[in-house]
T-cell receptor, first 115, second 113 residues
Framework: DAGVIQSPRHEVTEMGQEVTLRCKPI?????LFWYRQTMMRGLELLIY????????DSGMPEDRFSAKMPNASFSTLKIQPSEPRDSAVYFC?????????????FGSGTRLTVV | GDSVTQMEGPVTLSEEAFLTINCTYT??????LFWYVQYPGEGLQLLLK?????DKGSNKGFEATYRKETTSFHLEKGSVQVSDSAVYFC????????????FGTGTLLAVQP
């Protein structure tokens, strides 16, 4: 298995532009999570899906952030418009229903820089 | 609410020194406990886990024991290497309806030759 795949690895964009981050979870995993990592706030859970349905989006910081999961093998996190304070590393993770005691599998992350 | 508290870093050690990174948790139920490691420029990798009290998780020379009486899950290694330099995260989660993996703030370990 190739693991959780995120793209792009790095993204540099100008303030006000739309940014779309992508994630392909491990096949067969029915939970998908989006995290954001910054020096100031550590790892924050933004949103998670179960069977492609958003379950908890209480961590999404503002309406500028949105996430979708149109099918079991693909999810996007969109920021529109982007701001410099959105600069962070964004991680996607997945796990299976019975796998809570086995932890999550994380992708390599997307480093976003908004200038 | 549920939370995880880790010792502040950075922790700086010489090669072959003994490592302890403290982790305590607050939980209303009986969570599973994890240690994740993040090497520079990479994502988080599961290092070890324990699913019930008195369980010992171990991997790559690292160990941690699930202590319910002290609500702790301290990470230890008898002899660290330069290649162990990374950020270590303690975390907990439950199954069922509560799926959030709750992380501590992370502890940076720097091992010097």
């Amino acid at each position: 298995d190739a693991g959780v795949i995120q793209s792009p690895r790095h993204e540099v964009t100008e303030m006000g532009q739309e940014v779309t981050l992508r994630c392909k979870p491990i096949s067969g995993h029915d939970y998908l999570f989006w995290y954001r990592q910054t020096m100031m706030r550590g790892l924050e859970l933004l949103i998670y899906f179960n069977n492609n349905v958003p379950i908890d989006d209480s961590g999404m910081p503002e309406d500028r952030f949105s996430a979708k999961m149109p099918n079991a093998s693909f999810s996007t996190l969109k920021i529109q418009p982007s701001e410099p304070r959105d600069s962070a590393v964004y991680f996607c993770a997945s796990r299976s229903t019975g796998g809570f005691s086995y932890g999550y599998t994380f992708g390599s992350g997307t480093r976003l820089t908004v200038v | 609410g549920d939370s995880v508290t880790q010792m502040e870093g950075p922790v700086t050690l010489s090669e072959e020194a003994f490592l302890t990174i403290n982790c305590t948790y607050t939980a209303t139920g009986y969570p599973s406990l994890f240690w994740y490691v993040q090497y520079p420029g990479e994502g988080l990798q599961l290092l070890l886990k324990a699913t019930k009290a008195d369980d010992k998780g171990s991997n790559k020379g690292f160990e941690a024991t699930y202590r319910k009486e002290t609500t702790s899950f301290h990470l230890e290694k008898g002899s660290v290497q330069v290649s162990d330099s990374a950020v270590y995260f303690c975390a907990l989660n439950y199954g069922g309806a509560t799926n959030k993996l709750i992380f501590g703030t992370g502890t940076l370990l720097a091992v010097q030759p």
